[in-house]
């Protein structure tokens, strides 16, 4: 029999790819809980697919026998509702970033808004499986990472904790990013003739997933300078990593120190010397892809990462971590 | 010394057209109306251009000794606005739908609200150059026609006067637009993650655009089938149009009908046979390219209308109204 | 234990879409025929998939057990390979134009090009399954259905079969499609500074996959104008059909002819009134999806019908017809 | 009388932007050099506008009196015909690669081809005015500067002499551009279905543009890290400039820097603290916009330059040093 999932925040991007990825997932049925509505135009299908929805409440996950929430919503949202979803006893996948961050003054310098559930954000298990996973399957509350954090930190982490980077003359990520990492809700930045035949750059040196970065690779503000631009994309991310290898490292090396970490991982793919990952590899996938370049002479090296911000950046890390919460096999439904 | 004429609105894209067409306009001098302000964020130039604001109200205007007002505002606020100007000594084109149709009882069943203003309505003179020229200069009000309407009375009207038209069979113009036809107000349906890789159809048979052409070719609503449709791209207009020809009317007989009738319009352009119009030719040109391809044995006929939405389909034509308004060149700041 | 399957033209966007899919059935083992390659650049991941490549030629096809081959290639590189490969015991679904048309003389004239191969086309059968699923079992060769004809088809047919078209005045098949409909061979006109916010009309009246439609839907070429289109988009068909209904047929009495033609259809999705199909919609599907308004005054009718040229109008397709060529169920490895 | 000046390679994207802003150019007559011609498919407009055609040979110059030649082509054709139209009198501004860098020796070290004609190279002038302005009147060749240089040079420079960057840290530049930079040359990489919701990295540290940039703001190699990359747009450049303060210089003081040194620039707009160009911004403009970032705690820096690599980063920049070396005003035909 399948188990129970639901998703609250279904009409948005990431909950939309949720319902998209899952309705190919074998062992889960999926449950939509109606919190915020989206005007409700009514089907255009004259046959709409059947799936069960349920007030977005504790008593109606109890009663359905919910096992695990997806909060695709606003961080403000995610912190008012978890509490009483993990009350009813269903575990929970926060795609916000209301529980990423290791303290409530972190939080709030970054989001500029106080947190209100300080306890949850202490039990909170940050939910990047290529480096946490021995805490994901006992865990009642996972913070699914952040996108650009994500692409960034599986690039990075592996050649810091390999001592090839030099730390002192910093890292510098300029992050690209399809216009769906901006959410669903209208907005004129967001507009078709906005952002077609456009290219921006935003919150400089200041975005809210910096600190994800900071706290998963262990690297100081001072370390690392972060850009966020728009590209003119639906979907994607792609991260341009610069930085100063050590000990005379080149490509070659920042390779192997690749496949030795993620030799096992099945979402993590590697380029050979000269080639590099773009958004089309990955879209629509698990995948983060990751090639490197250096000029030996100089150490000056290029790392790209790319990863679909809606999958592997949101709603396939988030059942990759429903996979590992639930026990099942962790790539089921992503492959 | 350069004559002055204002803009409400100019911060939509009509609006904003206007204002960069005009810049290079060798006659007049550009004041911006502060009626409905988008926010206003402060000025992303260290040395922003210097235009003239002015409080949108009579009293402003005739101080100023503003000849000329453009209204890029919806049909509701050109209705409020455009007695007031008048009043105060200006001439007003109208880009909105608001002074288009004949009747106050055709606005309302189209418009679905009620004409405010039935005796400006009856004043109104409808700015096609092309077919109404010898009225524009006189007018005091001049209802700037509709994006499709222009294109489409451009390529039919002049057919159906030379009778090569079945009009029994009856008439399709299925119109593609640009984005930018829909306004710069936030809204979901013109986000760009609905539109790019998108293209999708709307107000079949509906659309509030459709009395213009019944109006300005003496079309019966049965006599013509209009579809419009959302092209992922910013601006531009493209139509095709569907008829059977009557007395075995080939494609060159087409293109001399068009030819005689155009032979002293600036803005026409013709293509030669087993050539078509695209909307790269058009884009920000004040330019209706025309195109007509034939198929003798049968008379099927097919015609495509290219034009740039927010010029020939808005300011452009605007513009070209003010100038005969105003005694100056047709061409002036267009070519 | 898997049944063998093999691809030629694989490097192209049907042949990639083929594999794509593929990697899905749970049936059967994609090999690579290796006859056009593309450069070989080498591999970009470290770790590439490893699929089968074998030569292009019988020999190797019945040495290696494969059962079926999906020709994804021009008509005269399908008609030279279509008959080694058949003699060799494998059965063909070809993709192109090339067995589609019911005599070697109307392929000539629309293809400007001899038909080398007649015997085999009067062999083959047409790959709609929805009207011609009874023989495609049986079938050594399959003639997968062109794009454009395949939307074309499935709208009009049940119209034209339930007699509420009014054949006399005519039908106009409005159509636009994805850039990837004209293939992966680099062009002038297929490249993105070319493509990107334009929109243009080609082979007015004129496309070769007119007949299909002809032939499929019983209708004279007088009855039935079509204009192809490109739209700014990778993938997808739309198109927007006009007519007049008998009888006075609305749209409730369309959409119920169609309900009742494709009540056991997989691939068939019905909009409901004042709702129509678009390209996001059928993105990446197998999918037709169909809409209808008729204005019940006068008769006039608009059907949209839309599909993913690279699916439907492709490699899902073809794959459906392979399904039902080797037994397995319609819909494995499209759902 | 208007002086006459040509254009060689008409037909690629920057000589068709040399027509299309020449033809609003008070002072100049084009005519067009029939050198290459890209099929000639015959004019599409019945009435196609009259410019001059001239066979590509130096007495054709002669006798037409041709003051001044643009040559848009590929670094070979310049080569081979710059020689030949200094010759026949005829002044030239060369808007590819070959004149450009300060040696035949860095040329075939970065063009990977040998320099066929050193002599002109030691004579070719750097045409970037905003630096080389007093020798471009006198100059009998100009060397058009790289589209990627133009918008790196002029966020640079001004910093480097001012003392505010640490070299020792280096300086990343990451760069994006649209497809017409590489030209209208059909190919894969450039095709519609390729570009589309994609954004790739090409040429990563080594691509031909960098030593213009180490020429012009005496940098070294190891100073300086450069990758170009792929936007899904037609036109436009943007530059994302990485590196570190000295002496606790904030964006305050680098936007007085730049104002201070582009004073009496036309075309250098500067953005206020907080604002950042984009493409959008400079588009069909012959403008460089810049913006400045600094986290004032650590000294990390972000500037943002942009262009239309067609304008300023080709066609608009070669007719700016074509007003300088006929001695009309520089800004003629530009703002």
Same mark, same amino acid.
């Given at each position: ?12 991007? @990431? ?22 509505? $989206?005007? !409700? ?6 046959? &709409?697919? $059947? ?10 996950? #109890?009663?359905? !026998? ?11 949202? @995610? ?12 575990? %929970? %996948?926060? =795609? ?21 559930? &300080? ?17 994901? &399957? !006992? ?6 990472? !952040? ?17 090839? %980077? ?24 967001? *507009?078709?003739?906005? %952002? ?35 590209? &003119?994309? $639906? ?18 090396? =920042? ?13 993590? #793919? ?9 958004? #089309? ?13 250096? $000029? ?16 592997? *950046?949101?709603? *396939? ?10 026990? =099942? ?7």
């Amino acid at each position: 029999m399948r188990r129970k999932v639901a998703i609250v925040g279904y009409t948005g991007y @990431s909950g939309a790819e949720l319902v998209r990825i899952l309705q190919h997932h074998s062992q889960v049925e999926v449950v939509l809980l109606d919190h915020r509505e $989206d005007g !409700g135009q009514g089907a255009a299908l004259r046959k &709409p697919k $059947d799936l069960q929805h349920l007030p977005c409440d504790p008593e109606s996950l #109890r009663r359905a !026998g919910v096992e695990l929430v997806f909060l695709a919503t606003p961080p403000a949202v @995610s912190m008012e509702l978890a509490p009483g979803m993990l009350q009813a006893g269903a575990r %929970v %996948v926060d =795609l916000s970033g209301a529980f990423r961050l290791g303290t409530a003054e972190n939080y709030s310098a970054w989001y500029r808004e106080p947190h209100t559930q &300080p306890k949850l954000l202490a039990e909170a298990v940050y939910g990047l499986p290529e480096f946490c996973r021995e805490r994901i &399957p !006992g865990a009642r509350l996972v913070a699914n990472p !952040g996108c650009y954090p994500t692409a960034a930190n599986l690039a990075i982490r592996p050649l810091l904790e390999a001592g090839v %980077v030099d730390r002192a003359a910093g890292i510098v990520c300029d992050a690209k990013s399809g216009v769906s990492g901006a959410g669903r809700k209208p907005s004129l930045t967001t *507009g078709f003739c906005e %952002v077609t035949e456009n290219f921006s750059a935003y919150s400089i040196l200041k975005h809210r997933h910096v600190p994800e970065v900071l706290q998963v690779s262990s690297l100081a503000e001072r370390e690392f300078s972060f850009t966020a631009q728009l590209l &003119p994309v $639906d979907r994607g991310i792609l991260e341009t990593i610069y930085f100063r290898t050590t000990g005379g490292a080149g490509a070659e090396d =920042l390779l192997r120190i690749y496949e030795a970490r993620y030799a096992d991982e099945p979402f993590l #793919r590697l380029y050979n010397p000269g080639r590099m990952p773009d958004l #089309r590899a990955v879209a629509r996938t698990n995948f983060c892809d990751i090639g490197a370049t250096v $000029d030996s002479s100089t150490g000056r090296a290029v790392v790209v990462s790319a990863i679909d911000n809606l999958v592997k *950046g949101a709603a *396939g890390q988030a059942i990759q971590n429903m996979n590992l919460m639930l026990g =099942l096999a962790e790539t089921e439904g992503l492959l």
